[in-house]
């Protein structure tokens, strides 16, 4: 029996093999349980629960130059974006925070602006999904075969 989770109920049932962790760039992991039906509401546009321990996140809150470099050179944004660093415009307040300002990641997101134009919660709503070729899929395959797992527990769940 499918059942809507919560985070922590999420993470609490634990038949978890992975999470999704951005580290240098790089998407390292990520699964869900099967047995469960995400709530787009409470993913990130891309499928994606940033961890509540997210250093880009704490550098934001603190405003600390000395953190907010640190995730600039971790997440390669002069590399990915050209930007060159600054503290005033080096910070992530997660893409749903609708009470802030999107930084330099979250305005160049592709699936982010794709979901939001398509007035979509996350792209597991989205038909197209299987067949979207937006940059965050290219450069994490795998990471799009999970949001596409996890948007067919989500469609089977409706039914």
Not at 32 to 56: A, H, I, M, R, S
Not at 123 to 135: A, F
């Amino acid at each position: 029996m499918r059942t809507q989770s919560d985070r922590r109920q999420f993470i609490r049932n634990s038949s978890i093999a992975g999470c999704a962790l951005l580290v240098s760039g790089k998407l390292l992991a990520f699964s869900f349980p099967q047995d469960e039906v995400q709530d787009p509401k409470k993913l990130n546009y891309c499928g994606y629960t940033c961890p509540k321990d997210c250093q880009f996140l704490e550098a934001s809150l603190k405003n600390d130059s000395t953190l907010k470099k640190a995730a600039y050179d971790q997440w390669e944004i002069k590399e990915r974006y050209h930007v060159e660093f600054s503290a005033d415009k080096i910070f992530c307040f997660g893409c749903k925070n609708d009470d802030k300002p999107a930084g330099v990641v979250m305005t160049n997101c592709t699936v982010r602006s794709c979901a939001i134009k398509k007035k979509f919660d996350s792209c597991i709503e989205c038909k197209s999904l299987k067949n979207c070729d937006k940059d965050l899929w290219l450069r994490f395959p795998e990471f799009h075969k999970s949001v596409i797992s996890m948007q067919e527990s989500y469609f089977e769940g409706k039914s």
